[in-house]
């Protein structure tokens, strides 16, 4: 009999929390976890093939090739184990720019600094509304922190997240299910395909070769109009045991968490559990998922609700969806008005991305794992990872105990 370990106060003390700064021209992107049990182990070289994945894909810019990426683990971690301390990981930005080191450096030229500013707000960017709420002249003390670069450190913390996850046996896939208005049916997919997704089809990341070629072709399309293209990623999470998060909060909710965490991906403007979008359409006995038992567990043979029911997740898959809006910066420009003269003007063009859908499956990711890690850790506690998963395993003989007791 495993006997439970964990303290009444496990929901404080257990907290995983992150914060990620860093402009995206300026020297670094950092980033601190805090609330990962001692134990774990964790490599540089495991953080970075996460990194490299989030590299791939059609419809980059030329910052793509400019960038390493490389991450450094700068705390909180010893001889690739982890101590229970805050863990801080970097990445240096190659493309920095000398002007961007504002906060250090009081001595930069202000009247070049005046002259190179940016004015003319992007539509579909934090452009305009950051520079209103902020009171700033330059759109660029807004669009570096706005800009996608800060998802570097969530992919790298997201990381750690899946290493802690994997503890568990808890696994996160992801793969391209549109681009443009170019769609795959996604029903009856093959978990252990999207697994190997990326050296399947690198640059598109779809199960399917021949939409794969027409969503790549629809990419290469866009570039040579100077136009720019967004899409659906569909985000799979496996074997995450039934009790996560919790229906007595709103704030709690495995379902409110996921969502929000996903919707912060710059681009993303909608988020779906399971089958959301077409359930609003359907009747009720059309979409629920109805409740078997077998081999000592509860399964559906259905999973519209996307493994999620009252915010708990049930133990099937948890599948969300995102959808992102095509990338505002674009290379025949929408008009805009000029935040100095207030004329009308066409918005500024930038180097930018095409299309970004393809490696926002490795952002989706890494999104998902760390609001499930956070939860996980809510669940379960321990100061040490042997801790935590004999809180697991006691979790998981508890609720099968139930089940043969009724
Ligand atoms: C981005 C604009 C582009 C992207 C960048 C996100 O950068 P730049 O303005 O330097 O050309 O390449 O994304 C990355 C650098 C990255 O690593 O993802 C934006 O405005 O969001």
Redesign the pocket.
Known sequence: MLVPIKSGSVYQHNMLRFLTAGE??GPVETAIIDGIPAGLEITEEEIQSELDR??MGTG?????F??K?KVNILSGVRYGITLGSPITLSVN?M?FDNNLKIMTNKSVDLESMKKSRLTKPRPG?ADLAGVLKYGFTDIRNV?ER????E??MRVALGAVAKKLLSELHIKVASHTIQIGNITVNSNNYNFEKILTIDSIDPDIRCLNPDFSVKMKKAILEAIKQKDTLGGVIEIITRNVPPGIGSHVHWDRKLDSKLAQSLMSI?SVKTVEIGNGLQSSHLPGSKVHDEILFDNNRYFRKTNNNGGIEGGISNGEDIVCKIYLKP?S?LGNPLNSVDIITKKKVQADI????IC?VP?AGVIGEACVALILAELCLEKFGGDTIREFKVNYRNYITNISDHVSSV
């Open positions: 995206s021209h989030r590299k980059r810019g030329g910052r793509g400019i960038e990426d930005n493309d960017h669009s706005a800009s996608a670069r998802t570097v710059p990338i910066t930038q180097r930018s991305d970004v490696r």
